[in-house]
């Protein structure tokens, strides 16, 4: 249910912030999806960023989001912030 997603604890929400693995992948390990986690190699598959590759530098549990590196924004001020991206929007390729 909605409430259950929205209140899961920590360590529930590892394994409902999984992230489907390349075709590759797939066929060498026969799963189609896996819990993020830091340090793997992701290719954004939907939205503004797509086709963009690169390393994950965060699972942000709390949001429901990963940060990649290289993907940020700059603010205002000349600070650069991460874009969080959900984890079902990439592919895992590393």
């Known amino acids: 249910s909605r409430k259950a997603y929205f209140t899961a604890p920590s360590h529930i929400r590892r394994k409902l912030m999984s992230a489907p693995l390349s ?3 797939r066929t060498k390990y026969n799963v189609r999806s896996l ?3 830091r340090d793997d190699e992701v290719m ?11 390393k994950v530098t965060q699972v942000y549990r709390k949001k429901w989001r990963i940060h990649i590196e290289r993907v940020t924004r700059d603010k205002a001020n000349g600070q650069t912030v991460p874009i ?3 984890p079902s929007k990439v592919m ?3």
């Open 84 to 86: 969080g991206i959900h």
């Open 35 to 37: 819990p993020i986690r």
């Open 23 to 25: 075709k590759d992948l």
């Open 44 to 54: 954004i598959c939907r939205g503004h960023y797509h086709d963009r590759e690169g």
């Open 92 to 94: 895992i390729t590393k």
